[in-house]
């Protein structure tokens, strides 16, 4: 296979995969956003967004902390169930942010911002998981696999808090591989990060 062939079949790869993952909207009930300089992002976890393998979230912690306790004992269990929670409350959502805002900022003047800086914000993002899968990996050159998400974002008026302005889901987002202690909260964050990414892709057909 020559190399011009081998460019265009890996390109073809890009595309259908990216395709794939493809965030579905609807530019004409987006065009608010042509208007606005900010928009505050809140990611929203409810009691029973479903997690692979059949789980409810308070199951998979349940079974998640006996496996580190096997492992690790009580400290890691604390040092795992402490960077869960920071992820929930902030981190995954600083992924998001650093991602769409890192792309969006070559040209346009609208920016995604924590939903704590109210100053200039007429909107409001909200992310709410519906499905994730942790993906898995067994030893740094050993089988692993990516996490999956799946979100449904929601436009909300903050003057009207209960009307939703849009609402889309998305498909199962892939994310990629990462490195550190707990990789499994590290992976969902690459996931979040890929939604920035595919987010910002739909909503250039918007702003540019």
Request: charged share 30%; with cysteine; glycine share 6%.
């Amino acid at each position: 296979m020559n190399r011009k062939l081998l460019f265009l079949c890996l390109l073809l790869c890009i595309t259908t995969f990216s395709f794939a993952q493809r965030i579905k909207i609807d530019k004409k009930k987006l065009a608010f956003l042509k208007n606005e300089t900010k928009v505050g992002v809140q990611l929203v976890f409810s009691d029973n967004f479903e997690i692979y393998g059949g789980f409810t979230e308070e199951l998979y912690l349940v079974d998640k902390k006996k496996n580190l306790a096997k492992k690790g004992g009580k400290e890691r269990v604390e040092r795992w169930e402490l960077q869960y929670n920071e992820a929930k409350k902030e981190t995954w959502r600083k992924d998001f942010l650093s991602e769409i805002n890192n792309r969006l900022k070559k040209y346009s003047n609208l920016s995604f911002t924590e939903d704590e800086d109210r100053d200039g914000v007429n909107y409001i993002l909200r992310i709410e998981m519906d499905w994730v899968y942790f993906g898995y990996d067994t030893f740094p050159s050993g089988p692993h696999e990516e996490a999956k998400l799946q979100v449904t974002l929601k436009f909300i008026k903050i003057l009207n808090p209960e009307m939703e302005v849009y609402s889309t889901q998305t498909p199962h987002i892939i994310g990629e591989s990462a490195k550190g202690e707990f990789t499994d909260i590290l992976r969902v964050g690459k996931c979040y990060s890929k939604l920035g990414f595919l987010l910002e892709l739909q909503l250039k057909r918007i702003l540019k």
